[in-house]
């Protein structure tokens, strides 16, 4: 069991670059969610995958946002045209869908837009 | 849609005193509940859930949560604190019944402070 990994930990942008943030789950795992976080809030839901499917994606989410996961393992959140307000801790977090389902989280990407 | 609310946002606690940290959820269905603590700089970590059963679970770090289902709350509790359990506490919750709530989403949280 290695852990959840993302990378990178940290990148910097300016205001209307596209990034893409890579998350690799556990192995056997075959959901995988990703989280935004502000300082001191709670993780805000992104969207999820189940295997390779994309199950939901949040309301609240702009067309810039996209995430895959192709063949069900490892999972890319590209955000385009990046805007001040997308500064935020990009979560990546992944489980086994069963009655006890138990989220593992990496430690994240911190995205700054200048 | 599901929902979680955490209705504080800090909790002071001397050292050696009880603790509770309040959550109240919403949810279609039957819920799984979930509290994970986030220390400074450190990921998210588990800390324990309800899915069925007896409603006083126990969890990580001498932890324990009771789940009220006519009050819709999962209140975090702890007989006697630390100044280590200083940290900010996340409830989550996840909507048994599948469908369209069957992802997992979190409170605001709190940040507990236990006083020396």
């Known amino acids: 069991d290695t852990g959840v990994s993302q990378d990178p930990r940290h990148k910097i942008t300016k205001r209307g670059q596209n990034v893409t943030f890579r998350c690799d789950p556990i192995s056997e795992h075959n959901r995988l969610y990703w989280y935004r976080q502000t300082l001191g809030q709670g993780p805000e839901f992104l969207t999820y995958f189940q295997n390779e499917a994309q199950l939901e994606k949040s309301r609240l989410l702009s067309d810039r946002f996209s995430a895959e996961r192709p063949k069900g393992s490892f999972s890319t959140l590209e955000i385009q045209r990046t805007e001040q307000g997308d500064s935020a801790m990009y979560l990546c977090a992944s489980s086994i869908r069963d009655r006890e389902e138990k989220l593992f989280f990496g430690s994240g990407t911190q995205l700054s837009v200048l | 849609a599901q929902s979680v609310a955490q209705p504080e946002d800090q909790v002071n606690v001397a050292e050696g005193n009880p603790l509770t940290v309040k959550c109240t959820y919403s949810v279609s269905g039957n819920p799984y509940l979930f509290w994970y603590v986030q220390y400074p700089n450190r990921g998210l970590q588990f800390l324990l859930k309800?899915?069925?059963?007896?409603?006083l679970v126990k969890g990580s770090y001498g932890f324990e949560a009771e789940f009220n289902k006519s009050q819709t709350s999962f209140h975090l509790k702890k007989p006697s604190a630390l100044v280590s359990d200083s940290a900010l506490y996340f409830c989550?919750?996840?909507?048994?019944?599948?469908?369209?709530?069957?992802?997992?989403?979190f409170g605001k949280g709190t940040r507990l402070h236990i006083l020396p």
């Open positions: 989550a919750v996840r909507d048994m019944r599948g469908g369209r709530d069957d992802k997992i989403i």
């Open positions: 309800y899915i069925t059963g007896d409603n």
